[in-house]
């Protein structure tokens, strides 16, 4: 098996994976990445909008950082983690700026306050912040950047399982298949960046890639996980390759057609009800139980789930936001205002995951780091844009703090080199590896990919069945 030595191994090359590994290396450590998809993957560059919006405090004041952490906690219910808003409101300029230097290509919204406002998405009632992440033109910067400042990367390369000194029980590094090949990464740190659940539901929004493997992987260390539940939904336009989103701020203009009727009508929804739902839904993406937008949904699900979306052009010149929404979806798809648009709801993000410390985003696992989506700030309802943020955010954060943990407990050299075991494996009896050997890896990527993906499917619906709102029912489902 090849073999590898390094200080912290991130997985993941998400905003988080290349984030945490970049500010490894800056701190001065030897780092691995390990990215199932190409670098510069995952949900943040998936393609499947025209870019991300990136929310933060208006400014770097603190009545705006506080109103930031307000903003986020307000739709988030009681299982919001504040600590992790005030990391977030905190460290957002100061990470922005670095993620800039990167090569990140950000747009940040027009001049003055108004225009940031008429970007600003969901759940949220007050002017932030706004900078649009384009994926696109970030990704070859990024890469480079990645790749010149030493980082050793492996893409096509999958993490099946983290190691364990069975001895003292510490943290040894994780397995992966890199096209095929075996790799042992040995090392005292663990990032894990993998991006969140959505692609285990069907259909889904997100990158395939998004299964849930960190969750996984975490909890079989002994790490804690929460709130899975908690995952978004959100209205995205079939296409004949990845579905497109559907821009919220179109609700207002858009009519819901199924085989040429009205689809709120055949779902019994009256006219005033429907016009007031597509009103409020221009406010926010994702399908929420706890507001009168619901209906959109419920009205598509009335009807099977799927049905055609007509958007009419409004009068007068284009909000800029809408108008580069258009564009990409001309030049992506060739749709446009007018046109029947194929809609459905779709999985699209999580906002449960590992859990972290929200200061050094070590899990319970000592050793054990996570960052992004797959540690998110945990919510009912998420603030628009701050998916991105944490996952710019507490990507670095991880970098910086993982690095420091490898420095303060290296390795001892060579070590460890016996008798090393699998945390995750889909035979229990083949979870003893010796001395590293290949031929001990019993089973196969496919294998480890499946066990994952049922982990992750369990971790989902143990999580639906045991939360309970007032000790005695259900508490909210999100899912039809
Ligand atoms: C359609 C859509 C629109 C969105 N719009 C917005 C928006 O406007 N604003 C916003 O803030 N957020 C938005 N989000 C959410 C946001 O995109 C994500 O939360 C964020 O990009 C997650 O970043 P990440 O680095 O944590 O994970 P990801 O970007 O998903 O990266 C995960 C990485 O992990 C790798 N990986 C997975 N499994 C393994 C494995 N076993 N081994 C090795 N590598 C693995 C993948 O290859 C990938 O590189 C949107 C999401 C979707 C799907």
Known sequence: MKLLHCDVCVVGSGIAGISAALAAREAGVHVVLVSLGTLGSGASFSGTTWG?????????????????????????????????????????????????CWGAVLEPAEKGQETHR????????????????????SRDPLVRKLLDSGVECFSAAQAL?????????????????????????????????????????????????????????AADAG??????????????????????????????????????????????????????????????????????????EEAIWAVGGSCDAIIERPEGELPHFIATYMDWLQEAHGLGFGDKLPIAVYHQASNGGIVIDPKTCQTQVEGLFAAGECAPLFAIDRLGGIAS???????????????????????????????LQLVSCPDEQASTLKNLDASELKCKPEQWRAYHQAHGEALLEACIQRRVASGKEPGPILCP
Request: some cysteine; charged content about 20%; proline content about 6%.
């Open 161 to 217: 399982s983290l190691l364990k000194d069975p001895g003292s029980r510490a943290l040894s590094g994780l397995v992966a298949s890199c096209e095929g090949e075996p790799v042992a990464v040995v090392c005292p740190c663990v990032v894990l960046a993998t991006g969140g659940m959505a692609a285990l539901r069907k259909p889904t929004l997100s990158s395939g890639q998004c299964r849930g493997v960190g969750a996984s992987m």
């Open 389 to 419: 943020s944490q996952a710019m955010v507490f990507g670095q954060l991880a970098g910086i703090e993982g690095a420091a943990y490898a420095k303060r407990r290296p390795l001892a050299p060579g070590a460890p080199t016996g008798q």
């Open 52 to 100: 991300l919006g990136m929310v933060g405090p208006l400014s770097d004041s603190t009545e705006d950082k506080e109103a930031f952490v307000q903003g986020i906690l307000a739709p988030a219910g009681d299982v919001a983690t504040s600590e992790m808003a005030e990391v977030l409101a905190n460290r957002f300029y100061e990470s922005l700026a670095i993620f800039e």
């Open 223 to 296: 790490a804690q996980v929460a709130n899975l539940e908690f995952e978004q939904l959100m209205v995205g336009i079939k296409t004949s390759g990845a579905p497109a989103v559907f821009n919220e701020k179109l609700w207002r203009y858009t009519r819901l057609e199924k085989d040429g009727q009205d689809v709120f009508q055949l779902a019994g929804i009256g006219a005033r009800e429907a016009k007031a739902a597509l009103e409020a839904h221009s406010w926010h993406g994702p399908y929420t139980s706890q507001r009168p937008s619901r209906k959109v």
């Open 118 to 137: 008429s970007y600003v998405p969901c759940f949220d009632t007050e002017t932030r912040g706004w900078f649009g992440f384009h994926a696109g033109p």
